[in-house]
C-alpha cells in the first residue's frame, strides 16, 4: 500500500499492525516500511528543514547518534519537502538517517495526527516493533521536540517486547514437548 492508497478512516492505534507505505528519501530511493519488518522501527515526522525546533531536534539525534545505533533500531525523519531540500538540510548538518518526503502530509495525517491540533502544529514520533506493530506514538506540539532518552527508551521497550514473545513462544513449545 503507498500514500495513495489510504482510506479518510485509517488510524494508528498502539498495539495494532501499522499501516503499511511507500516514501522517497532524500536520494530518491524508495523506502517501505514492510521492508523493515524484523527491526524495530523509528519514524521521527517533524514539520519542517531548516526551523528552529526540527534543526535541534534531528541534530540531538546526530549527537546521540551512537546511542541510537546500539538500539539497532531503522530510525527515519518524516517531513513535507522535496528530496532536494531534504538532502540539502541533511548534508548542511551531518544527519545520519534517511529523511523520507511526505509532501502532501497523507502518511504524517495518519501516523502523527492529534485529535486537537492540526497537523502543520505537531510532530510524533512512532516506534514500530520487529513484527509490525504499533509499540508507542507520541504527538506534540511544533514548538516541542521528544527527547533523545524517551525515544531511546521507547525504542527497548519495542525490543523487549520482541523478546517476551520469543520467551513466551519458546517457554510454549517446552510445555507441549512435555506433553507429548
Given at each position: 500500500?503507498?500514500?495513495?492508497?489510504?482510506?479518510?478512516?485509517?488510524?494508528?492505534?498502539?498495539?495494532?499492525?501499522?499501516?503499511?507505505?511507500?516514501?522517497?528519501?532524500?536520494?530518491?530511493?524508495?523506502?517501505?516500511?514492510?521492508d523493515q519488518?524484523?527491526?524495530?522501527?523509528?519514524?521521527?515526522?517533524?514539520?519542517?528543514?531548516?526551523?528552529?525546533v526540527c534543526?535541534?531536534?534531528?541534530?540531538?539525534?546526530?549527537?546521540?547518534?551512537?546511542?541510537?545505533?546500539?538500539?539497532?533500531?531503522?530510525?527515519?525523519?518524516?517531513?513535507?519537502?522535496?528530496?532536494?531540500?531534504?538532502?540539502?538540510?541533511?548534508?548542511?548538518?551531518?544527519?545520519?538517517?534517511?529523511?523520507?518526503?511526505?509532501?502532501?502530509?497523507?502518511?504524517?495525517?495518519?501516523?502523527?495526527?492529534?485529535?486537537?491540533?492540526?497537523?502543520?502544529?505537531?510532530?510524533?514520533?512512532?516506534?514500530?516493533?520487529?513484527?509490525?506493530?504499533?509499540?508507542?506514538?507520541?504527538?506534540?506540539?511544533?514548538?516541542?521536540?521528544?527527547?533523545?532518552?524517551?525515544?531511546?527508551?521507547?525504542?527497548?521497550?519495542?525490543?523487549?517486547?520482541?523478546?517476551?514473545?520469543?520467551?513466551?513462544?519458546?517457554?510454549?513449545?517446552?510445555?507441549?514437548?512435555?506433553?507429548?
Amino acid at each position: 500500500m503507498n500514500n495513495g492508497e489510504f482510506g479518510p478512516d485509517i488510524r494508528v492505534v498502539v498495539g495494532k499492525p501499522a499501516p503499511d507505505f511507500v516514501l522517497t528519501t532524500e536520494n530518491r530511493e524508495k523506502w517501505s516500511l514492510a521492508d523493515q519488518i524484523g527491526n524495530v522501527t523509528v519514524l521521527l515526522f517533524y514539520p519542517k528543514d531548516e526551523t528552529l525546533v526540527c534543526t535541534k531536534q534531528m541534530c540531538s539525534l546526530r549527537d546521540n547518534w551512537e546511542t541510537y545505533l546500539e538500539t539497532k533500531a531503522a530510525i527515519v525523519g518524516i517531513s513535507p519537502g522535496s528530496p532536494d531540500e531534504h538532502k540539502s538540510f541533511s548534508t548542511r548538518h551531518n544527519l545520519p538517517l534517511s529523511l523520507l518526503v511526505d509532501e502532501n502530509r497523507a502518511i504524517t495525517n495518519i501516523f502523527g495526527k492529534h485529535w486537537l491540533y492540526p497537523i502543520n502544529f505537531t510532530r510524533a514520533v512512532v516506534v514500530i516493533d520487529a513484527k509490525g506493530i504499533v509499540r508507542s506514538r507520541e504527538v506534540m506540539l511544533r514548538a516541542f521536540r521528544p527527547k533523545d532518552t524517551e525515544v531511546i527508551t521507547s525504542i527497548y521497550a519495542a525490543r523487549g517486547d520482541a523478546l517476551a514473545d520469543k520467551y513466551k513462544e519458546l517457554r510454549d513449545r517446552i510445555h507441549d514437548s512435555r506433553i507429548d
